[in-house]
């Protein structure tokens, strides 16, 4: 029995590595097509591609039908998730280039609770203020530092902001 849960514990560590270098991978790759390709051309080329995958997941898994209700959250999720927001991580990725847009995605934990805090009231704990501010004072120390001048593509707070 425990074997299996080490051989789960390792595959799902694996997945995760994976994922983080399939992330980075990406907005590599996002980068070098960014000069060549609008934001919007690159968020429907990565759309066909996820659909595609997307498709063959149902081959291999099979199809659960779900109620109207369900496609509509996952549709208005789509919307606004990958239509809008990857557009405008590609806008970002196009003014900060990859090390400094993908800084800026470690602070998306820290939002998600700054809002849980103002739109659900939940309580954050002296531990997760003080990782907060550490997690933002990083962020600001590395995104302020100065960058070769051809590694600095100048639009700094367009960037941030989009």
Known sequence: MASGL?????????????????????ALLWNKLGPELSPDAMN???????????????VFTGFAPAAPRDWLILGLSGLLGVAAGDTLFFLSLRRLGPRRALLLTTLIPVLVALGARAFLGERIAPTGVLGIC??????????YE??????DRGGRPFGVAW
Request: proline share 2%; with cysteine.
């Open 6 to 26: 080490a051989v789960r514990h390792l595959a799902g560590s694996a997945a995760a590595l994976a994922s983080a270098f399939l992330w980075a991978a990406t």
């Open 44 to 58: 429907l080329g990565k759309g066909l591609c996820a659909l595609v995958l997307f498709a063959a997941t149902f």
């Open 134 to 143: 550490l997690c933002a004072g990083g962020v600001a120390w590395v995104m």
């Open 146 to 151: 100065r960058l070769p001048i051809a590694q």
